[in-house]
């Protein structure tokens, strides 16, 4: 399935509104963890998958990359990161990341933040992925956490007079389809467990760089409802690398 949910009007303009679109990657609580595991962007050719507003795009440059494509599914996302982005090296291409198909060996570095969930096929990602990376290239993507995906409604459950109990953790290993709400609109996600997102990677020739749970920073502790963030991972950040001796 390939949702578009990003070219709905009232979905763009609640997205729109989020600390993350407003301030870029300092508004997304992940960044100083994410930022920690990227490799050295210099001379580098980049591939963004779903890339939003371009931000990833940007910092790539901004880090002395020779060439960026963005890649996003939606039309109202790449308008933006268009008027955002000041270098002519950055690309950016209007497509569903299943789609996107690049010649052998086409880039040094692939990256994706919060799309991977999207995806219904992920081994046929990753082998697409691991065709259009350079040897001993490096991917980096952000997902959300198995945890996080495994129930479906991604909501934590309240007692009567709406205090937070607990967040439930049901179907953990019944991947697949799941109906989520984001920002008040129903959202289609696909969970998949820990050992599916890693061992994928491993019987694909890439090798684990590291593995990160990401916790709220202390800066944004003060931010309504941040402190029970660590009450259970949202998110789940990977870098691994293609083994340098596969050229097939």
């Known amino acids: 399935m ?3 949910k990003y070219d709905d009007n009232i979905f763009f303009q609640k997205y729109s509104q989020m600390s993350r679109s407003q301030h870029g990657l300092d508004g997304a609580g992940e960044w100083g963890t994410l930022k920690k595991l990227l490799p050295d962007f210099m001379g580098k050719q980049v591939l963004d998958l779903g890339c939003g507003y371009g931000w990833h795009c940007i910092y790539a ?3 002395g990359a020779s060439s960026v494509v963005g890649v996003d599914i939606s039309h ?7 008027e955002k982005t ?3 090296q950055v690309e950016y291409k209007c ?5 996107v198909d690049f010649p052998k060996d086409s880039f040094d570095i692939i990256l994706s933040s919060l799309a991977f969930h999207y995806i219904e096929d992920y081994e046929s990602l990753i082998k697409s992925l691991h065709k259009m990376l350079k040897p001993d290239g490096t991917l980096v993507f952000t997902v959300e956490h198995p945890t996080f995906t495994a129930h479906g409604t991604q909501d934590w459950h309240y007692d009567e007079q709406g205090k937070i109990l607990h967040f439930p953790v049901d179907n953990y290993y019944y991947e697949g389809k799941r109906t989520a709400v984001f920002l008040g609109e129903k959202v ?3 969970h998949r467990t820990l050992t599916t997102y890693l061992n994928t990677l491993l019987a694909n020739s ?3 760089n590291q593995i990160v749970e990401p916790q709220p920073p202390e800066s944004m502790m003060d931010i309504p409802g941040m402190k029970d963030e ?3 991972p949202m998110m789940l950040i990977v870098s691994a690398r293609k083994k340098i001796e596969d050229r097939n």
């Open 2 to 4: 390939k949702e578009n």
């Open 230 to 232: 660590m009450r259970r």
């Open 86 to 88: 000041g270098f002519p």
């Open 95 to 99: 497509c569903a990341i299943e789609d």
């Open 61 to 63: 440059m901004e880090n």
């Open 206 to 208: 890439f090798v684990l």
């Open 188 to 190: 289609t996600k696909y």
């Open 76 to 82: 109202k996302m790449l308008e933006v990161a268009k």
